[in-house]
Antibody, heavy 121, light 111 residues
Framework: EVQLVESGGGLVQPGGSLRLSCEAS????????MNWVRQAPGKGLEWLSH????????YYADSVKGRFIISRDDAKSSFYLQMNSLRAEDTAVYFC??????????????WGQGTLVTVSS | QSALTQPPSVSGSPGQSVSISCTGT?????????VSWYQQSPGTAPKLIIY???NRPSGVPDRFSGSKSGNTASLTISGLQAEDEADYYC???????????FGGGTKLTVL
């Protein structure tokens, strides 16, 4: 069974940093492209970032470009989102999601349960 | 403002059919057969229900179907059941910003 488990969320002050992790199991992690998606309280879904299976292709939404960094460690079946210069508007539940294809054709076929990030003083 | 436009809400009675539209542009929905749909119940993660416009993952009832015409994709749910009450989101790749985008979401109420 495919499982994705996020961790690392919490309360952080504006301007601070946080690192989210997503640990995968039930499939050959190194073969898959992965994504981060977030959902602000009471709002819709927002795609944030994609990392290819080889880490050769990385993409970011304009809203986080230059502040967030995606990475992966296939040996640990995990990937990460380093979030810097956090703002109040980054407050959201952050989901990790597996891509069923490449960046241009893909769709999110498995999701984690989400981890809440709250940016507040 | 979301890149893909969905109606905020739709409703229907049990047994009826409802459709949810997802309108984009020639940079996304109109150019690629890569629209996917997700169902999200309160407090839970989204679940893939349609991919590549018309395809259903295994385990998704055939009451759920997808289609596309021009720049608008649609999700149709036939034989509505109480358990279908949820939020629904469409998604696509867009060449305009080289990114993945979601619609704003549609809340389905089963009356």
């Amino acid at each position: 069974e495919v499982q994705l488990v996020e961790s690392g969320g919490g309360l952080v002050q504006p301007g601070g940093s946080l690192r989210l992790s997503c640990e995968a199991s039930g499939f050959t992690f190194s073969n898959y492209n992965m994504n981060w998606v977030r959902q602000a309280p009471g709002k819709g879904l927002e795609w944030l970032s994609h990392i290819s299976s080889s880490s050769s292709n990385i993409y970011y939404a304009d809203s986080v470009k230059g502040r967030f960094i995606i990475s992966r460690d296939d040996a640990k079946s995990s990937f990460y989102l380093q979030m810097n210069s956090l703002r109040a508007e980054d407050t959201a539940v952050y989901f990790c999601a597996r891509d069923a294809d490449d960046f241009w054709s893909g769709y999110f076929d498995s999701w984690g349960q989400g981890t809440l990030v709250t940016v507040s003083s | 403002q979301s890149a893909l436009t969905q109606p905020p809400s739709v409703s229907g009675s049990p047994g009826q059919s409802v459709s949810i539209s997802c309108t984009g542009t020639s940079s996304d929905v109109g150019s690629y057969n890569r629209v996917s749909w997700y169902q999200q119940s309160p407090g839970t993660a989204p679940k893939l229900i349609i991919y590549r416009v018309t395809n259903r993952p295994s385990g998704v009832p055939d009451r759920f179907s997808g289609s596309k015409s021009g720049n608008t994709a649609s999700l149709t749910i036939s034989g509505l059941q109480a358990e279908d009450e949820a939020d629904y989101y469409c998604s696509s790749y867009t060449s305009r910003t080289t990114s993945r985008v979601f619609g704003g979401g549609t809340k389905l109420t089963v009356l």
